[in-house]
């Protein structure tokens, strides 16, 4: 069974400073992707980057990237230069190789909660 | 056109009622999803259709039931809800068999039982 843990309730962290938000993961599948949504106070769940198991190179996304390390793993997301706007819920998910079977599952982390101080 | 529309955005309702929940995509996705999500919790997910059939219930009660009437639809019929049952409720979707594809997420419906 698949299991996302995020350690970090909340954080905060200074306008325009980088912040680093946690997460392991734990799979037998050797084929997976990782996911990071932003959920701010309005609900949405936002996309922000993906990462596959197999993808040779760590993701980028504008201010977003994720520092995947496969055999410990973990899928950190990295958020540069924050904004005010940056504040919302963070969240880690999983989807495994068995997507047709699990019916595309996507399973979600405990999430992080940052908060960006001016 | 990439986004998932809910309705309604919020929802007050009885025990005894009958409501439904709405959500609408026309991004060609043949994945819908329902999900629960309880205040500072992680969304919850509740139930998966895999081109409009039910491929996934995660032994959610009967006073919730799902209908997806096509590939753009996805309906949650409530009925004889608890208080304990009032929660965000996203809806999304994503095409089908891609290990790589976002799900995309509605604004969500804010159900209050009273």
């Given at each position: 069974?698949?299991?996302?843990t995020q350690?970090?309730?909340?954080?905060?962290?200074?306008?325009?400073?980088?912040?680093?938000?946690?997460?392991?993961y734990?799979?037998?599948d050797?084929?997976?992707g990782?996911?990071?949504?932003?959920?701010?106070?309005?609900?949405?769940?936002?996309?922000l980057?993906?990462?596959?198991?197999y993808?040779?190179?760590?993701?980028?996304?504008?201010?977003?990237?994720?520092?995947?390390?496969?055999?410990?793993?973990?899928?950190?997301?990295?958020?540069s230069?924050?904004?005010?706007?940056?504040?919302?819920?963070?969240f880690?998910?999983?989807?495994?190789?068995?997507?047709?079977?699990?019916?595309?599952?996507?399973?979600?982390?405990?999430?992080?909660?940052?908060?960006?101080?001016? | 056109?990439?986004?998932?529309?809910?309705?309604?955005?919020h929802?007050?309702m009885?025990?005894?009622?009958?409501?439904?929940?709405?959500?609408?995509?026309?991004?060609?996705?043949?994945?819908?999803?329902?999900?629960?999500?309880?205040?500072?919790?992680?969304?919850?997910?509740m139930?998966v259709?895999?081109?409009?059939?039910?491929?996934?219930?995660?032994?959610?009660?009967?006073?919730?039931?799902?209908?997806?009437?096509?590939?753009?639809?996805?309906?949650?019929h409530?009925?004889?809800l608890?208080?304990?049952d009032?929660?965000?409720?996203?809806?999304?979707?994503?095409?089908?068999?891609?290990l790589?594809?976002?799900?995309?997420?509605?604004?969500?419906?804010?159900?209050?039982?009273?």
């Amino acid at each position: 069974a698949q299991k996302i843990t995020q350690t970090q309730p909340g954080m905060f962290v200074q306008e325009k400073e980088a912040v680093t938000l946690d997460c392991t993961y734990d799979t037998s599948d050797p084929s997976y992707g990782l996911f990071w949504y932003k959920q701010p106070s309005s609900g949405e769940m936002i996309f922000l980057i993906y990462q596959g198991s197999y993808d040779q190179q760590n993701a980028t996304e504008g201010r977003y990237s994720l520092n995947f390390q496969k055999a410990r793993k973990s899928a950190n997301l990295v958020i540069s230069a924050s904004q005010l706007g940056d504040s919302a819920m963070y969240f880690c998910a999983m989807r495994d190789a068995r997507i047709k079977a699990a019916g595309n599952k996507l399973t979600f982390g405990g999430g992080t909660r940052v908060l960006v101080k001016p | 056109d990439t986004e998932v529309t809910q309705t309604p955005k919020h929802l007050v309702m009885g025990m005894t009622n009958k409501k439904s929940l709405k959500c609408e995509q026309h991004m060609g996705h043949r994945a819908m999803y329902w999900y629960k999500q309880k205040a500072k919790k992680p969304p919850e997910l509740m139930f998966v259709y895999s081109y409009e059939k039910l491929s996934i219930n995660e032994s959610v009660p009967s006073r919730f039931s799902p209908e997806c009437p096509n590939s753009s639809l996805l309906n949650l019929h409530l009925h004889a809800l608890q208080p304990e049952d009032s929660a965000l409720y996203l809806c999304a979707s994503s095409q089908v068999g891609r290990l790589n594809t976002e799900a995309f997420f509605g604004q969500g419906t804010r159900l209050t039982v009273v």
